[in-house]
């Protein structure tokens, strides 16, 4: 974990995931605009290249500051 003034980043680890694009099934079918029915065939997924999987890397980054009473107190910028 790194850490920079009042900000912390936690990187996590990359792993394998099914694509949502294609629910794994590693094709997508292609849809008229007018009445989203499925057109002639299916073509391979662009997002996983046929694969059905992904890699996915994700870091967050969580920064702390202070609060201060009458500034920070308004409606809406709080979520408990």
Same mark, same amino acid.
């Given at each position: 974990?790194? =850490?920079?003034?009042?900000?912390?980043? !936690? &990187?996590? +680890?990359?792993? #394998?995931?099914?694509?949502?694009?294609?629910?794994?099934? %590693?094709?997508?079918?292609? &849809?008229?605009?007018?009445?989203?029915?499925? #057109?002639? %065939?299916?073509? =391979?997924?662009?997002?996983? *290249?046929?694969?059905? !999987? #992904?890699?996915?890397?994700?870091?967050?980054?969580?920064?702390?500051? +202070?609060?201060?009473?009458? $500034?920070?107190? $308004?409606? %809406?910028? *709080?979520?408990?």
């Amino acid at each position: 974990m790194e =850490q920079t003034n009042n900000a912390k980043a !936690r &990187y996590i +680890p990359t792993r #394998v995931a099914v694509c949502k694009r294609c629910e794994g099934k %590693g094709v997508v079918f292609e &849809y008229s605009d007018e009445n989203r029915t499925k #057109v002639s %065939g299916s073509c =391979q997924c662009p997002t996983c *290249l046929g694969s059905g !999987r #992904v890699k996915v890397t994700s870091s967050v980054i969580t920064t702390i500051k +202070p609060f201060v009473p009458g $500034k920070d107190d $308004k409606e %809406g910028m *709080l979520a408990m």
